[in-house]
T-cell receptor
Framework: GDSVTQMEGPVTLSEEAFLTINCTYT??????LFWYVQYPGEGLQLLLK?????DKGSNKGFEATYRKETTSFHLEKGSVQVSDSAVYFC????????????FGQGTTLQVKP | ETGVTQTPRHLVMGMTNKKSLKCEQH?????MYWYKQSAKKPLELMFV???????ENNSVPSRFSPECPNSSHLFLHLHTLQPEDSALYLC?????????????FGSGTRLTVV
């Protein structure tokens, strides 16, 4: 079945460091891909998305490129801040039968000053 | 009020209690969802409602009973829960349930079963 796999956390970085959180997926078709972020005590918020191969989603300095050849959607940010500390979820969905989101297990990011 | 609102934010209940979780959205969305978030596990989709009709039920035990009286409100009725049901329960909505629409999530209800 379709699934999403993220790198295990926690990822601990110093402020202004470069961030990469890996995400790979298994899908029978051509899904859309998403990154969601969950700040402490909050629900999930959509961070960015890409709907087809080679699309790049970007928001708040974060970006991810839909790589069909490697079935990946890695999240990157050039310079992280303490306020970026959160749990990041990669997800996929289809436009066909069901639009339900399939999530990865989440990756915790801790940014230290 | 905008977005997705969940109440209560925290709930502690005994295994013999009956309680309900409430979710409300004022986004004009037609689809609503219940997710369960447990520590170190992927988010588990529990129920999907589209235009007040349940369109998906992912083998959830009958001690969880959803209700969608209209497209703006979604409830999760709880009875005779087990300690392993302790988790964060998240409600979400989207424009339609079929399609690549992003979800808007509530802040969740932190449930503890004692």
């Amino acid at each position: 079945g379709d699934s999403v796999t993220q790198m295990e956390g926690p990822v601990t970085l110093s402020e202004e460091a470069f961030l990469t959180i890996n995400c790979t997926y298994t899908a029978t078709g051509y899904p859309s891909l998403f990154w969601y972020v969950q700040y402490p005590g909050e629900g999930l918020q959509l961070l960015l998305k890409a709907t087809k191969a080679d699309d790049k989603g970007s928001n708040k300095g974060f970006e991810a490129t839909y790589r069909k050849e490697t079935t990946s959607f890695h999240l990157e940010k050039g310079s992280v801040q303490v306020s970026d500390s959160a749990v990041y979820f990669c997800a996929l969905s289809y436009s066909g039968n069901t639009g339900k989101l399939i999530f990865g297990q989440g990756t915790t990011l801790q940014v230290k000053p | 009020e905008t977005g997705v609102t969940q109440t209560p934010r925290h709930l502690v209940m005994g295994m013999t209690n009956k309680k309900s979780l409430k979710c409300e959205q004022h986004l004009g969305h037609n689809a609503m969802y219940w997710y369960k978030q447990s520590a170190k596990k992927p988010l588990e989709l529990m129920f999907v409602y589209s235009l007040e009709e349940r369109v998906e039920n992912n083998s959830v035990p009958s001690r969880f009973s959803p209700e969608c009286p209209n497209s703006s409100h979604l409830f999760l009725h709880l009875h005779t829960l087990q300690p392993e049901d302790s988790a964060l329960y998240l409600c979400a909505s989207s424009q339609e349930w079929r399609g690549n629409y992003g979800y808007t999530f509530g802040s969740g209800t932190r449930l503890t079963v004692v």
